[in-house]
């Protein structure tokens, strides 16, 4: 099966959602049906909906839909991972057989070393007895932390979203290159290849912008522990959904059919232990 291991689905509020800016055009419902014209076109049958706010109602709303839409595989929802009673929300939610992982918005944390904080990692520490993934959504400034957080957690399985964030609109790649071969030292981390057209000039990226950010990740992480993500809605703010998965498609072309297969759904399947 085809995975979209990264999109989001919401009711738009301003109140609900104040990080989509006013300017931009997805200040507006973005549902099932909608995502699964675009799955349509390209041949994905199955997608990860993952949290666009941090409450818990909403990690309770995406299991709903996923009770209603087959083809949402997986949710990966926030909780309050510093709280001391962690366990409460992650037992509820965990019940939920859709249920596949946690992500906090760590990028907008002031503080580079957020996820050090004994609090957040106590919670980390809880998500491996339920049977738990995390999400590691950072900017290149906290890769090192990143590093430190899987190191202490070696049994917890953890995925980098979006590579990290690179910054290709300004072509720059290090220290982000050798800070991302030595996340990927870990067995424990994988890495989704998603979200990069939004780090790139939205209206004037070119498919070669992409490829020295993407020959880094499938030399670092190997074909076993990649898997392909849209950040849909997010990315058609740079890009159609089309075009998002055209890039994959074509720098992967060059692999065996099994690798692409691992790539497009394998390896999703695998690391978020989705359920047919």
């Given at each position: 099966?085809?995975?979209?291991?990264?999109q989001?689905?919401w009711?738009?509020?301003?109140?609900?959602?104040?990080?989509?800016?006013?300017?931009?055009?997805?200040?507006?419902?973005?549902?099932?049906p909608?995502?699964?014209?675009?799955?349509?076109?390209?041949?994905?049958?199955?997608c990860?909906?993952?949290?666009?706010?941090?409450?818990?109602?909403?990690?309770?709303?995406?299991?709903?839909?996923?009770?209603?839409?087959?083809?949402?595989?997986?949710?990966?929802?926030?909780?309050?991972?510093?709280?001391?009673?962690?366990?409460?929300?992650?037992?509820?939610?965990?019940?939920?057989?859709?249920?596949?992982?946690?992500?906090?918005?760590?990028?907008?944390?002031?503080?580079?070393?957020?996820?050090?904080?004994?609090?957040?990692?106590?919670?980390?520490?809880?998500?491996?007895?339920?049977?738990?993934?995390?999400?590691?959504?950072?900017?290149?400034?906290?890769?090192?932390?990143?590093?430190?957080?899987?190191?202490?957690?070696?049994?917890?399985?953890?995925?980098?979203?979006?590579?990290?964030?690179?910054?290709?609109?300004?072509?720059?790649?290090?220290?982000?290159?050798?800070?991302?071969?030595?996340?990927?030292?870990?067995?424990?981390?994988?890495?989704?290849?998603?979200?990069?057209?939004?780090?790139?000039?939205?209206?004037?990226?070119?498919?070669?912008?992409?490829?020295?950010?993407?020959?880094?990740?499938?030399?670092?992480?190997?074909?076993?522990?990649?898997?392909?993500?849209?950040?849909?809605?997010?990315?058609?703010?740079?890009?159609?959904?089309?075009?998002?998965?055209?890039?994959?498609?074509?720098y992967?072309?060059?692999?065996?059919?099994?690798?692409?297969?691992?790539?497009?759904?394998?390896?999703?399947?695998?690391?978020?232990?989705?359920?047919?």
């Amino acid at each position: 099966m085809n995975i979209d291991s990264h999109q989001h689905f919401w009711r738009y509020s301003a109140v609900e959602y104040p990080w989509i800016k006013p300017e931009w055009p997805i200040r507006r419902d973005f549902l099932p049906p909608d995502l699964a014209l675009e799955m349509a076109r390209v041949g994905i049958e199955g997608c990860v909906a993952v949290q666009a706010q941090q409450t818990v109602a909403e990690a309770r709303w995406l299991l709903s839909l996923a009770d209603e839409h087959a083809f949402i595989k997986g949710v990966v929802g926030w909780v309050d991972l510093q709280s001391s009673r962690v366990e409460e929300p992650l037992a509820e939610l965990a019940r939920h057989p859709r249920f596949v992982g946690v992500r906090h918005v760590v990028q907008d944390e002031p503080d580079d070393n957020f996820m050090l904080r004994p609090a957040f990692q106590r919670g980390i520490g809880k998500l491996r007895q339920f049977n738990l993934a995390y999400d590691l959504l950072v900017f290149p400034k906290q890769l090192p932390a990143a590093i430190q957080l899987v190191a202490n957690f070696p049994e917890q399985r953890f995925v980098l979203d979006h590579i990290a964030k690179p910054f290709i609109r300004d072509g720059a790649i290090s220290p982000w290159r050798e800070q991302i071969r030595e996340l990927a030292k870990a067995p424990n981390v994988w890495c989704k290849v998603s979200g990069m057209v939004t780090e790139a000039k939205w209206d004037a990226w070119h498919a070669e912008d992409f490829r020295p950010y993407l020959d880094v990740v499938f030399a670092a992480f190997g074909g076993e522990r990649l898997m392909f993500g849209t950040d849909w809605p997010v990315a058609t703010l740079a890009g159609s959904y089309e075009q998002v998965h055209g890039l994959a498609a074509d720098y992967t072309r060059s692999l065996t059919a099994e690798a692409r297969e691992k790539f497009f759904g394998g390896n999703a399947a695998a690391f978020y232990q989705l359920k047919p």
